[in-house]
């Protein structure tokens, strides 16, 4: 059966550039281009092209979300501390309707109580936290079952 490609947008928030080198006892010692490369060849083995995108700023994020429409056919977002307060970000995957799944290296529920609300979690497709770098290929791997399942 041919399986249809999809377009796929991975998206990383402020301080995510310093992973590998970043409190590795909570976030792992894989850097972000680590992680990255890796997805990038399971995504190839999907039939899934990815796209990679990191900022520091809330603006750039926003901008870039606004910049799915038409491009890409879902993402996956680790938004950082933005997560807990970006209600700009959330707007945006509302104004293109790009379906998304939410990603967190750690457990933020297991942290401090200010990561516990995940202002964009509700208009996610789904959550992944606590589960290191794997939680990127989980999020890969339900977001284009979720995609593929959804297209006619
Ligand atoms: C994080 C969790 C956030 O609370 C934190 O601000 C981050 C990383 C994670 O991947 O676990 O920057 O999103």
Redesign the pocket.
Known sequence: MKVDTLRVAVIN????NLLGVREPA??GNESLDQIETRLAGIAAEMNVTLSFFQSNGEGELVTEVQRLRGAADGAII???????SSIALRDAFDAVSVPFVE??????HA?EPE?HRLVLAGHAVGVI?GLGSY?YEAALRGLASHLRAAKP
Do not use: D
């Open positions: 928030g402020p301080n995510l909570i976030y680790n938004a950082g501390a933005y997560a807990h990603v967190h290296l750690s457990n933020v942290r990561r936290c939680g």
